[in-house]
C-alpha cells in the first residue's frame, strides 16, 4: 500500500538553530499538506500546495517557517531559527485533489531545547 | 466561532455499547467532510467520507446534516480497538480543517 514518507521520525534541536523535514507524498497526488499538530489539539494547517504552487499558507510563520516543493513531488520545510514552542508533531499529508480525503505519513516530532 | 467543533470528551463507553459523536462547523459553503481516527502518538487515519445521503462502513455510520451544519458518527457494537480520538474534518475553500477531536475510551 503506497505511503507518505516522512524524515526524520524524531528531531531534538537546540533553541535558535535550523531545522528541516523532509516529505514524500503517495505517487500522483497533487496536493500536499504541512500540519502541525500539538498534543491535545487537532492538526493546522501550515500550508498547502497544489503541484508546486503554494495556494494557502496563511498559517505559516513565515518569519522563521519557510516550505518548498520545487519539483511538485516531495517536499521540506525548514525552521530557523527554532524556538521553544515549535515542538510539535509535523504531519505531512497528501491527496489527489483539494476536495478527496487526505494520507498522513508518521510525522516528525520535533523537541526544541 | 471556530470552523470546525468538536465535544473533546473524554468519552468512556463499555464495550458493545452504542456511542455517537457530532461535529458543527460554520462554513455553510464547506464542500466536503471526513472522518479520521488517531491512536496515541501516531498520524490520523482516514476512517470515512461523509456524503449528503449518509453512508455505512460495518459498524460505521455518518451522516451530514446540511441545514443544521453538522456531521455525525456513530459507532455501533464498539469494541476494545475503537478506543482512539476521533477528528472530524471539513473541507472548504479547498482547505482541509480539523477539529480538536473526541477521545474514546471502550471499557471491558
Known amino acids: 500500500e503506497a505511503e507518505v514518507a516522512q524524515s526524520p521520525r524524531y528531531k531534538i534541536t537546540e533553541k535558535s538553530q535550523a531545522v528541516a523535514f523532509w516529505c514524500d507524498p503517495i505517487?500522483?497526488?497533487?496536493?500536499l499538506y504541512w500540519y502541525r499538530q500539538i498534543l491535545g489539539q487537532g492538526p493546522e494547517l501550515l500550508v498547502q500546495f497544489q503541484d508546486e504552487s503554494v495556494v494557502d499558507d496563511s498559517q505559516l510563520p513565515k518569519d522563521r517557517f519557510s516550505a518548498e516543493r520545487l519539483k511538485g513531488v516531495d517536499s521540506t520545510l525548514k525552521i530557523q531559527p527554532a524556538e521553544l514552542g515549535d515542538s510539535a508533531m509535523y504531519l505531512c499529508?497528501?491527496?489527489?485533489?483539494?476536495?478527496?480525503?487526505?494520507?498522513f505519513g508518521q510525522g516528525t516530532r520535533l523537541t526544541v531545547v | 466561532r471556530k470552523e470546525v467543533e468538536q465535544d473533546p470528551g473524554p468519552f468512556n463507553v463499555p464495550e458493545g455499547a452504542t456511542v455517537a459523536f457530532n461535529c458543527t462547523y460554520s462554513n455553510s459553503a464547506s464542500q466536503s467532510f471526513f472522518w479520521y481516527r488517531q491512536d496515541c502518538r501516531k498520524e490520523p487515519k482516514l476512517l470515512m467520507s461523509?456524503?449528503?445521503s449518509g453512508n455505512e462502513d460495518g459498524r460505521f455510520t455518518a451522516q451530514l446534516n446540511r441545514a443544521s451544519q453538522y456531521i455525525s458518527l456513530l459507532i455501533r457494537d464498539s469494541k476494545l480497538s475503537d478506543s482512539a480520538t476521533y477528528l472530524c474534518v471539513v473541507n472548504a475553500d479547498e482547505k482541509l480543517t480539523f477539529g480538536t477531536g473526541t477521545r474514546l475510551t471502550i471499557i471491558p
Open positions: 461523509v456524503y449528503s
Open positions: 499529508a497528501s491527496s489527489l485533489g483539494p476536495l478527496v480525503g487526505a494520507f
Open positions: 505517487s500522483g497526488h497533487a496536493t
